[in-house]
């Protein structure tokens, strides 16, 4: 089999963040070669700073160039887009409160949010967040959680999610198994937490628990190490966490997807052989690499897919794991809306800006 069709097999587990405005030669080499079943926006991605109907008509061609050149009629279109500090769009797109704020408000500003996103032709959104806000000097979580106890976090994040859901974008639960409670960023370094399977049960797992009961779809792992419950590795790769709590215990039957593997917690791992096996057979069904981070360099994309490629071959990665990993993504897939990108009516634009101003004071 060429080459090209056994990285293709790893497109099917891959979300990928595109250079710019345009599509750039790498881009185009990837997206043709790979065939990312999905793709993540960010802030650079769009055009700023000029009227509406410009940026959004550039950022439609995008989208269009991004289906021709991965030659996929149905895909994750994907944007992180909690509100407060994780907004990537311009204006008029709303500037909702971060979810702290929220409240009352979670389910309508969520069903809000996913109109405008729709409008955008996005189809997933990696929301709501699922940490509790436990520890005050959070340097990454902190107001982005929808609470800073199991109840009020649980709460928040189940109404976004419904209204998400009500207005039909997808949404993911993150970071599991709960990120809230750490003094580091992930992006930056790799944070440690020392609680037990128990401390885990009776905090973190609640909001998760609860999602999973709504069927949220997809769940995100955290890159954090959690030495008490797995001493070797990080969540993002813990059969421990991912497969025997998240699978067994919690019984969840959706899309794992990684975390951000551009993230310096955890990057320098996935450029060793064999560690994407290690993913795969934890429980990751879904990988995100943004090019967003360190490098919006190309070459680390095909270092993950060539090492899945190898893993393949040698047999340290059971094909048995990818299939029904590909089995769950290509489930969720067909019955993911697909859109494109339209102007949202200046009416319905003014009213979510008056809800954002109404969810600052509720």
């Not at 959104?125 to 806000?133: E, G, H, L, Q």
């Not at 959680?145 to 419904?162: I, S, V």
């Not at 209204?163 to 970071?175: E, F, T, V, Y």
Request: glycine share 6%; aromatic share 8%; with cysteine.
């Amino acid at each position: 089999m060429p080459i090209s069709q056994e990285l293709r097999c790893f497109g099917h587990h891959l979300i990928l963040g595109i250079s710019g405005t345009t599509l750039s030669d790498d881009d185009k080499r990837a997206l043709n070669e790979l065939r990312p079943i999905g793709v993540i926006f960010f802030a650079k991605n769009f055009l700023d700073g000029i009227p509406y109907q410009i940026w959004l008509e550039s950022f439609k061609d995008l989208n269009n160039q991004i289906r021709e050149y991965t030659e996929r009629d149905s895909m994750f279109m994907t944007l992180d887009h909690e509100g407060g500090r994780v907004i990537r769009t311009p204006l008029p797109i709303t500037q909702f409160p971060h979810a702290l704020l929220l409240r009352s408000h979670a389910h309508e500003v969520a069903k809000a949010t996913a109109l405008e996103l729709k409008s955008l032709g996005i189809n997933l959104s990696w929301a709501p967040v699922a940490d509790i806000f436990s520890y005050p000097h959070n340097p990454v979580i902190g107001s982005r959680a929808f609470g800073n106890t199991p109840e009020t976090a649980t709460q928040g994040a189940r109404d976004y999610y419904l209204g998400l859901r009500d207005s039909g974008i997808l949404g993911c639960a993150k970071h599991f198994p709960g990120h809230g409670d750490t003094s580091k960023d992930s992006h930056i370094e790799l944070p440690i937490l020392n609680l037990t399977l128990e401390d885990v049960r009776l905090r973190e797992l609640i909001p998760f628990r609860a999602l999973i009961e709504v069927q949220i779809p997809l769940i995100m792992t955290a890159h954090i190490l959690f030495p008490k419950i797995d001493a070797d590795v990080p969540a993002t790769l813990s059969q421990a966490i991912l497969k025997t709590i998240l699978r067994e215990e919690l019984g969840f039957e959706g899309v794992v997807v990684s975390d951000d593997l551009d993230m310096k917690a955890i990057s320098d791992m996935f450029i060793k052989a064999g560690t994407v096996a290690r993913s795969f057979h934890a429980g990751c069904d879904l990988f995100i690499v943004s090019r967003n981070i360190n490098s919006s360099s190309i070459e680390r994309t095909y270092q993950i897919a060539e090492d899945f490629v190898d893993s393949l071959s040698k047999g340290s990665l059971d094909e048995s794991v990818v299939e029904a990993a590909r089995e769950r993504i290509e489930k969720l897939l067909a019955v993911t809306p697909q859109y494109t990108v339209q102007i949202l009516d200046k009416d319905i634009l003014l009213q979510h800006a008056q809800l954002a101003i109404a969810s600052c004071y509720s």
